[in-house]
T-cell receptor, first 113, second 114 residues
Framework: GEDVEQSLFLSVREGDSSVINCTYT??????LYWYKQEPGAGLQLLTY?????DMKQDQRLTVLLNKKDKHLSLRIADTQTGDSAIYFC?????????????FGTGTQLKVEL | DVKVTQSSRYLVKRTGEKVFLECVQD?????MFWYRQDPGLGLRLIYF???????EKGDIPEGYSVSREKKERFSLILESASTNQTSMYLC?????????????FGPGTRLTVL
């Protein structure tokens, strides 16, 4: 079965690091993604990691993947007020002619001054 | 600049009405998707299409149908709207083939069914 879970809310102070966690169940997932949704907007891809990698770093973003525990995390260093948004993790499977994503429930990140 | 447009940002309909939500992309992408987004449930896939005139059911297709007559346009149809279809509807598209091809999302349509 496919189930991707996240905690619903996270609150951090500006300048601190944020860590958003995600657990998934489909061990055949090839890629895992993090998307960001700002208020009133659609989703925007932040970063992705291939399932045979443990870590990926991209500027302030660090993605950690523990494939054994099916646990994915997104760390945002030096969190800014502009990082306030909903963050979705997603896992992918290739089916038919394309790439089907299963999204998590989303984590609302609130950055306080 | 890539563009995914949805016909309305906000829509209010009555129970039993037929509702059309339209999505248009200018990226010449093969794959198109319709999701609904509800608090605490994340995004759930309703239908997707890998090519013109092709459609496949997603995880929650009941009460919905779709139409893809042209590559750039993917329509979601609520044959007889019900209050439990009040939600945010998001359209997305991607190139065919590799998982690294991201899905591009439209801004969403917030549908309220009274």
């Amino acid at each position: 079965g496919e189930d991707v879970e996240q905690s619903l809310f996270l609150s951090v102070r500006e300048g601190d690091s944020s860590v958003i966690n995600c657990t998934y169940t489909d061990s055949s997932s090839t890629y895992l993604y993090w998307y960001k949704q700002e208020p009133g907007a659609g989703l925007q891809l932040l970063t992705y990691i291939f399932s045979n990698m443990d870590m990926k770093q991209d500027q302030r973003l660090t993605v950690l993947l523990n494939k054994k525990d099916k646990h994915l995390s997104l760390r945002i260093a030096d969190t800014q007020t502009g990082d306030s948004a909903i963050y979705f993790c997603a896992e992918s499977r290739l089916t038919g002619g394309g790439n089907k994503l299963t999204f998590g429930t989303g984590t609302q990140l609130k950055v306080e001054l | 600049d890539v563009k995914v447009t949805q016909s309305s940002r906000y829509l209010v309909k009555r129970t039993g009405e037929k509702v059309f939500l339209e999505c248009v992309q200018d990226m010449d992408h093969e794959n198109m998707f319709w999701y609904r987004q509800d608090p605490g449930l994340g995004l759930r896939l309703i239908y997707f299409s890998y090519d013109v005139k092709m459609k496949e059911k997603g995880d929650i297709p009941e009460g919905y149908s779709v139409s893809r007559e042209k590559k750039e346009r993917f329509s979601l149809i609520l044959e007889s709207a019900s209050t439990n279809q009040t939600s945010m509807y998001l359209c997305a598209n991607s190139r065919a083939g590799t998982p690294t091809d991201t899905q591009y999302f439209g801004p969403g349509t917030r549908l309220t069914v009274l």
